[in-house]
């Protein structure tokens, strides 16, 4: 498996992939790893914007976003990772961190190896001290996944999300850099 950042040109594949990873959200028993409805299975036209846009501007400035994927032996993506600017404009040195695996590649590491490209590349960028992230409450594996990596848990919001009707609560997790 090869884990390298992602350039403006392999966007293309990549929405096609998160399209299709996002029909897994919420199926066949699964938890919900998206805070989106079961129906939605496309990625939002302004979430695609964000990332064009975002992977030209520089890291400390608002609306920043780096990206990483994982690419099997015939050139696939198996998983990705991105980190990007909080919105509040004093949080400069703090991230987010968004990640998916492919159904595929699911329970085999690569997880873990995604969260360690994304934290060695945020050690090495002088104005990020944290990354942040949020994940439904019930994605046990995810939260365990951060748990095993290093991440600590902030707060559990009771019923902060509703998708489909049904309440789901939200889990919020740092990781400090230094």
Do not use: C
Request: glycine share 10%; hydrophobic share 45%.
């Amino acid at each position: 498996m090869k884990i390298r950042p992602a350039q403006a040109a392999d966007l293309p594949a990549f929405f096609v992939y998160l399209d299709d990873h996002l029909r897994d959200n919420g199926r066949d028993g699964a938890p919900l790893f998206q805070p989106l409805s079961r129906a939605q299975s496309q990625l939002p036209p302004g979430l695609k914007v964000t990332f064009v846009e975002g992977l030209a501007i520089p890291v400390g400035q608002a609306g920043w976003r780096r990206l990483w994927l994982a690419l099997d032996t015939r050139g696939s993506i198996a998983g990705h990772i991105d980190l990007r600017a909080r919105p509040e404009p004093l949080a400069r040195h703090r991230a987010l961190l968004g990640m998916g695996v492919h159904r595929a590649w699911r329970r085999r590491g690569l997880g873990a190896q995604l969260l360690a490209t994304a934290v060695d590349w945020a050690r090495e960028e002088d104005g990020l001290k944290w990354i942040d992230l949020e994940v439904l409450s019930e994605n046990r594996p995810a939260v365990g996944l951060y748990l095993r990596t290093g991440f600590t848990m902030l707060a559990r919001v009771s019923d902060m999300l509703r998708i489909d009707g049904v309440g789901h609560d939200l889990t919020y997790m740092t990781r400090h850099l230094r």
